[in-house]
């Protein structure tokens, strides 16, 4: 295969990183079928992998303990000066931090393969995506490239003799030495793991991790945090954002792009069944978005990924009936729990407990065990394509014309169910200020409160200052075009912690509410935060929800509010120092008057 690679400096890159690697052989990928059924048989073979009964070519791996989420204190932005890399970031000199990996590196891939991964994030002739290659030596990570992303020769020819590709190199860390058993999910203690982003010469060097965002690269390294600082250099957006359309009744098509942070209801929302006779929903991506203006001013989106890798506790027929059925066959499952007829289960799903699994860790766990049998940050990974609503469209070169953005996150109080931005700045500082409860998405403590700028917090690769000023800056660029902001929070709880929201499904009352926004169908309040819905404005029918909870949805607690504005400038803005954009000082200044102080 090596000699039918026609691009010299490609080959160049990948002599040097097997010579630097040292692994038993080198595999260049093709992306077929017979590759991947090669790859699962090899990880069966080897206790990597369990083969599920209840699902057609479908696996079941389970990670080390220590390595079942990113890990964003592990993950550097490595820029030439440190400001560049801004303060939400963490930042090493990239000749130190080159040097230690390099270390690192050196005989890594011993007694393993090395493949290389020729892939494209979106369609490969779409004038909006990109080529990666990445470096692996984890069979999991091959089989789950092929899914979430366009993988093959195909991607090789559009290279040629000399295209462009951003380099991902990626070990698990974890050499073999002849004649050792392999466990069954080898990588690197802590300290070793490192999660490296060059964006200045838009490099990726992953090492000591083999789970999700830390090892598929074309996903989070490269479609958000290097993508995000090729497109503030070339003027478009890489955005951590599900893609939807909406078509109304009278078939009126809106396309919606929202950022929520991880595990804050992206894939729920991207597949939403809308519970309102009329309206149809359909998918078109679940968790990254690269947005462009076009000839007419229009911001187009494209979703850059080829599959789903999305959270699986809580997914069930009930919540997410358009997930369920596109995890049938062809799936991998990553840290869930394995049923005594050989199917997965988490907790959320439908139907009864089961009597007895296998846990995410291997071991017996009968019902009323205290601890979950699925980890709260088991996925599984499946095609886009398995998708029953994926839109006809979703893999259009052009991309769909974006008209709402909307930012959120999860709050269990203060934040209402959905306030309307009053202008594109205004709507810059929404996302700028947006704030959430972190997850079992990353590896650290969960529930805690913390600003996730549009939800680009872990994602940005730059100076996040810089990043709200190229929001404003695009803003202008569109001018009448820009979309419409809005701000949701399915996640509001009342005293005794219930939540106020059904969400889900009925998310869509609020979409519909939006959409006519967009259309001037409908009415709206002027509150100090932003628009917001009457009682009246929001569709509720068919929907028991008591007069209290809706109130409650919808207050807006001026003290509350203060508070949020006290802390946005004196623990937030003041991070950005004269990189904050005036603007944004501006609106808070605005919102502080409109809340009286
Ligand atoms: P990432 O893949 O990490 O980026 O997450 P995501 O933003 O796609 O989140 P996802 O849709 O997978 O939802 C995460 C969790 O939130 C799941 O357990 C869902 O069941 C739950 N969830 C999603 N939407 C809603 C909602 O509207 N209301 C409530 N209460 N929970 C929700
Ligand atoms: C997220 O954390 O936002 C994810 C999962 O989508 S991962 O691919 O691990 O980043
Ligand atoms: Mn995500």
Redesign the pocket.
Known sequence: MNSDIKHEQLKKWINEVAELCQPDQVHWCDGTKSEYDQLMNFAVQHQMATPLKKRANSFLFRSHPSDV??LESRTYISTTNKEDAGPTNIWLDPVELKSIMSKLYTGCMRGRTLYVIPFSMGPVQSPIAKIGIEITDSPYVVCNMHIMTRVGTEVLKKLGTNGEYIPCLHSIGSPLSPGQKDSSWPCAPLEDKYISHFPEENLIWSYGSG????A?LG??CLALRIASAMAKREGWMAE?MLILRLTNPQGKIFHIAAAFP??CGKTNLAMLTPVIPGWKAECIGD?IAWIKLASDGKPYAINPEYGF?GVAPGTSYESNSSAMDSIKENVIFTNCALTDDGDIWWEGMDGEVPNHVIDWKGNDWTRGNKEPAAHANA?FTAPARQCPVICPDWEKVEGVPIDIFIFGGRRASVVPLVHEAYNWDHGVFLGATASSETTA??IGAVGNLRRDPFAMQPFCGYNMGDYFQHWLDMGDRMGKNAPKIFYVNWFRKNAEGKWLWPGFGDNSRVLKWMCERVEGKTGAVETPIGYMPRPEDLDLSGLNLSPEFLTELLRVDPVAWQTEAADVEKNHFVKFGNRLPKRLTQQLDALKKRLGV
């Not at 789970?211 to 830390?214: D, E, R």
């Open positions: 989420a990113r789970y999700g965002g830390n598929l996903k989070k951590h991880s595990a968790d890798f996925r998405a990353n």
